[in-house]
């Protein structure tokens, strides 16, 4: 690299987590605040949006369960990746403040402006999100603990597995396990297909292992009735 001696750029990250959950009977302080994480990274100039986030997320903040997902085929952050965290830079001594970066053109453009700092040196908060399904588990904690100070106290249903998710939760555990990828250079983490004619690395998300386990449950099924009338 160009910059500070051969480092790179270097990046002052702000990594602020969720707050904890209250414990059970006890409800959160109204001025609690989130944990922050703060760390000094440093970039190569040429390093592409993945690299980035692998270095930063996963590397240096050891938060290896927000690398996944990655990118779509235009360069954004898939919508996995988008609801567990944002990204924010700021330049200082510019008016680059609080901007927010979800694609590879916003990472180009975040160290080519950095790149003409001669520090060569930014400012990068990430936020963490609520996943949608842990936003609404916390919202009927809530509703509970509410609740718990009247005689009509809600209980929650459990959810019974049916038999169909049984088999398809046995089948994504084995689908996960035979393709676990063991690439070092791979960016993803978790199970990966990969394309027999360029080795590209296709990101096995939950939502492909369920389909596929799905789709596997069905021809098993139409097997079993093919063999009793035949």
């Known amino acids: 690299s160009i910059h500070n001696d051969g480092k790179g750029i270097q990046l002052s990250v702000s990594f602020i987590g969720l707050l904890p959950p209250p414990k059970a ?9 989130p944990p922050v994480t703060t760390k000094v990274v440093y970039i190569h100039e040429n390093s592409s949006f993945i690299q980035g986030l692998v270095k930063i997320l996963w590397q240096s903040l050891q ?5 996944q997902g990655g990118l779509d085929r235009h360069g954004n952050l898939r919508e996995k990746t988008a609801a567990m965290f944002s990204l924010e830079y ?7 403040k609080d901007i927010a970066m979800v694609s590879e053109d916003d990472w180009e453009t975040f160290l080519e402006e950095a790149g003409k700092k001669p520090s060569a040196q930014v400012k990068l908060t990430i936020k963490e999100k609520l996943a949608e399904a842990a936003l609404k588990e916390r919202a009927e904690e809530s509703e509970d ?13 459990k959810h019974v597995p049916t038999e169909e998710e049984i088999n398809q939760d046995a089948i994504i555990k ?19 297909w990969v394309d027999a004619e360029n080795t590209a ?3 096995l998300t939950h939502l492909h292992l369920r389909t596929w386990a799905a789709a596997i449950v069905r021809h098993l099924k139409s097997l079993t009735v093919f063999r009793l009338l035949t």
């Open 90 to 96: 700021t330049i200082p001594r510019t008016q680059l």
């Open 145 to 157: 603990e509410d609740d718990g100070n009247s005689k009509s106290k809600k209980k929650k249903k």
């Open 63 to 67: 938060r290896k369960d927000l690398c």
């Open 25 to 33: 009977g006890e409800k959160r302080r109204a001025n609690a605040k």
């Open 174 to 192: 084995r689908l996960t396990e035979i393709h676990m990828c063991e690439d070092r250079k791979c960016t993803f983490a978790g199970p990966c």
């Open 201 to 203: 690395h296709i990101h």
